[in-house]
């Protein structure tokens, strides 16, 4: 859970986000979602089969287990090539 934060991420943030918008997407991508007031930075951790997609009504997003701390995400971006 994240502090301050009611109902499913998923539902408020995420699946609207992507909703007929058609975004391209890569393994390690972050993204910034805002909506209802607030805004969410998301990662792109695995894409099957390949290393890059394109996000369609017919994606399957798999949105699951806990938040990470901003200070870690910062540390594994300083790294990003």
Do not use: Q, W
Request: proline fraction near 6%.
């Amino acid at each position: 859970t994240i502090e301050g934060v009611t109902g499913n991420i998923f539902d408020v943030y995420l699946a609207p986000y992507f909703l007929e918008a058609y975004h391209p997407v890569k393994k390690g991508d972050f993204f910034l979602v805002r909506s209802a007031m607030r805004s969410f930075e998301f990662k792109v951790v695995k894409i099957d089969p390949a290393l890059y997609c394109i996000v369609t009504p017919d994606t399957v997003i798999h949105f699951e287990g806990e938040p990470v701390k901003r200070e870690d995400g910062e540390k594994n971006r300083r790294y990003r090539i």
